[in-house]
């Protein structure tokens, strides 16, 4: 069965990302536990998607989040802005000042070097995002009214809490895998690397070593084949293939089902890497950009 989008012109926005956007801070080439410096910018798995879409592509994005109304929170809305994403759907919270009640996510996230890995420290317990529910978004008017030709939104997500799960399937129709096989029925374009397959969805990929380090393209094309006899609402699956060499240097490729067939990118060996962290987010940006466009 063929993906059916609607044309740009009956609608006001190209793509909309639901998801919470943590602030990021990178000490660079060091270490969280003992750099005295940060770099700071957004991040998010959903929101970077809108973003790729929109700097890269430019297509018309927004995002559907929410932030505490103080210093953090504006800070990331200024981030959100300078990235060309639409802003009018982020929901304020109230600041009590210390954020018992509710607060903005931080990702501390270190780059990696040579041998040492990539490393993320979220810090998102109690986020403002976590405590969306449904009912906070007008997806009537959001995909009715104004009307939206793609929405995306992922896993991480829908597992902040109970509520973010309701939001998510609220969304999407008008506790881990449970959630997120309930979510993928309704789903019809899923992007995800070997782990969102296993650990979020339960299959399992035939030959695949415990650290899921090094899996044959067969295999996965495989598993996939069981994900979309699982789930006959998938028009499209696709992931990212990497083998780590070094934190700079990848093996990377990408396959994608479609229609009944699958589909190979062009594979480059030891790609060099300024920082991985969201390469998948922006291979699914370019994945959108691919059915949005041709």
């Given at each position: 069965?063929s993906?059916?989008i609607?044309?740009?012109?009956?609608?006001?926005?190209?793509?909309?990302?639901l998801?919470?956007?943590?602030?990021?801070?990178?000490?660079?080439?060091?270490?969280v536990?003992?750099?005295?410096?940060f770099?700071?910018w957004e991040?998010?798995?959903?929101?970077?998607?809108?973003?790729?879409?929109?700097?890269?592509?430019?297509?018309?994005?927004?995002?559907?989040?929410?932030f505490?109304?103080?210093?953090?929170?504006?800070?990331?809305?200024?981030?959100?802005m300078?990235?060309?994403?639409?802003?009018d759907?982020?929901?304020?919270?109230e600041d009590?000042?210390?954020?018992?009640?509710?607060?903005n996510?931080?990702?501390?996230?270190?780059r990696?070097?040579?041998?040492?890995?990539a490393?993320?420290?979220?810090?998102?317990?109690?986020?403002?995002?976590?405590?969306?529910?449904?009912?906070?978004?007008?997806?009537?008017h959001?995909?009715?009214?104004?009307?939206?030709r793609?929405?995306?939104?992922?896993?991480?997500?829908?597992?902040?809490?109970?509520?973010?799960?309701?939001?998510?399937?609220?969304?999407?129709?008008?506790?881990?895998?449970?959630?997120?096989?309930?979510?993928?029925?309704?789903?019809?374009?899923?992007?995800?690397?070997?782990?969102?397959?296993?650990?979020?969805?339960?299959?399992?990929?035939?030959?695949?070593?415990?650290?899921?380090?090094?899996?044959?393209?067969?295999?996965?094309?495989?598993?996939?084949?069981e994900?979309?006899?699982q789930f006959?609402?998938?028009?499209?699956?696709?992931?990212?293939?990497?083998?780590?060499?070094?934190?700079?240097k990848?093996d990377w490729s990408?396959?994608?089902?479609?229609?009944?067939?699958?589909?190979d990118?062009?594979?480059?060996?030891?790609?060099?890497?300024?920082?991985?962290?969201?390469?998948?987010?922006s291979?699914?940006?370019?994945l959108?950009?691919?059915?949005?466009?041709?």
């Amino acid at each position: 069965m063929s993906l059916i989008i609607k044309p740009a012109k009956n609608c006001a926005f190209d793509q909309v990302s639901l998801g919470e956007i943590m602030l990021r801070l990178d000490p660079g080439e060091g270490r969280v536990r003992t750099t005295r410096e940060f770099k700071v910018w957004e991040g998010g798995g959903e929101y970077n998607v809108a973003r790729g879409l929109r700097k890269c592509f430019g297509l018309r994005t927004s995002v559907c989040t929410a932030f505490v109304d103080n210093e953090v929170g504006r800070l990331l809305e200024d981030f959100v802005m300078q990235g060309g994403v639409n802003t009018d759907y982020i929901k304020w919270r109230e600041d009590d000042g210390i954020g018992r009640t509710v607060r903005n996510g931080l990702n501390f996230t270190e780059r990696g070097f040579g041998i040492r890995g990539a490393v993320g420290v979220p810090d998102r317990g109690n986020t403002a995002a976590s405590q969306l529910k449904p009912g906070d978004f007008d997806w009537e008017h959001l995909f009715g009214t104004l009307g939206v030709r793609w929405l995306h939104t992922g896993g991480i997500f829908a597992a902040l809490s109970e509520s973010t799960a309701q939001v998510t399937i609220e969304a999407v129709i008008k506790k881990a895998q449970e959630v997120n096989r309930e979510i993928a029925q309704y789903v019809d374009v899923m992007i995800g690397n070997e782990e969102d397959f296993t650990a979020s969805l339960g299959f399992e990929v035939k030959g695949a070593d415990h650290s899921l380090s090094h899996i044959e393209t067969q295999a996965f094309k495989d598993m996939i084949g069981e994900a979309v006899k699982q789930f006959p609402n998938f028009k499209v699956a696709a992931t990212t293939l990497r083998r780590v060499i070094t934190a700079t240097k990848n093996d990377w490729s990408a396959i994608c089902w479609h229609d009944g067939k699958f589909y190979d990118s062009i594979s480059f060996p030891g790609l060099e890497i300024l920082d991985r962290v969201g390469g998948g987010d922006s291979f699914a940006s370019g994945l959108v950009f691919g059915f949005l466009e041709y």
